[in-house]
């Protein structure tokens, strides 16, 4: 053999070559996204279950070598790709236009949900991890948030097991709000602004906000969507606040892949897009076009990291994460509803 093949046969693989690695594990994704928009359309249902469920189906690839590279790439770069695109949703005209009543009743909503999960989580037995990445879940914007707190959280063999566990529970829980706190709103005769701050203020998940707050008025979904977008402008400082408190437990733990975790940034390079993006569409920089273009695009990104993640668990992997999680994000859920009405009855 010659010196220059040696070279050659020794040279790392190229860009292009690394791409086509992530190819068949990437299109995979991409079908079962596509397969669960399709029925969320046609017969609707929550698109992310879908994408989770249909994932989880196609569980034997996901250690199969020509699938692996691109479902671990969709469930980390895509995945924080996704989460820093939801900044285009947000303006500061929005957060301003809620006052500081409205927007002090959801910090504390948010706060104290926080705080529950945590100190209930210690009681339940799970580690502080597990408790922060279900608060944050039901507390800010269900799936959504639950996967980019996970993103900053410490990797081990069980986290993404409890991730996904977290996911399915709080779409199943804010399904179930959006079909349950519109009656309850009627029931207790909310006008339309205290009805989208109820809706708004407790409902996991985005679209489930906007499904339950049209189904009372045009009014009433058009304030529920705004309190809902405040809660989300809140992911930043929570990602934040968690990545600086287990900065050094990432770093000492192990990665995914067993692989000891290098020195990492203490702000996530896709928070730094998500505040970029609320910045430039708060001073109009972001056509209308382009916006709802954004959003598309975050969306699908994030069903796509679902179905990644759905992949690389199984129902009995889910199963072994056991009752206590459960228990957990029913109370906090429970708990978010009932901070939010005691503060519209008990207010000025």
Known sequence: MSPTSAADTARP?????????????TGLCCVIAMAATLVSTLHGGPQFLYA??????????????KTRPGIEFCSRTVLRVGVGLLGARITASQIAGLGWTTAGIVIAAVVTTLLCGVLLGRFLGLNRAQSVLSGGAVAICGASAALAISAVLPRTKDSERFT????????VLSTLAMVIYPLAARLLHLPPELAGLFLGGTIHDVAQVVGA??????????????VKLFR?????????????????AREQGEDGDGTVATKQALVPWFLWVFVALVIINSIGGVPAA?????????????VVAIAALGIKTSFGQLARAGWRPFLLLLIETLWMAGIVLAAIYLGP
């Not at 690394?18 to 068949?24: D, E, G």
């Not at 382009?290 to 994030?302: E, I, K, P």
């Open 13 to 25: 693989p190229g860009l292009p070559q690394q791409l086509l690695q992530f190819l068949p594990g």
């Open 52 to 65: 989770l469920f249909f994932g989880v189906a196609f569980h034997y690839l996901s250690q199969d070598p």
């Open 164 to 171: 996904l566990m977290v996911v399915v529970t709080v779409t």
């Open 213 to 226: 707050g049209y189904m009372l008025s045009p009014e009433t979904g058009d304030y529920a969507t705004i």
């Open 232 to 248: 989300v402008s809140m992911l930043a400082v929570v990602v934040v606040v968690v990545s600086t408190l287990f900065k050094k």
């Open 290 to 302: 382009v916006q709802a273009g954004l959003n598309d695009v975050s969306r699908a990104c994030l």
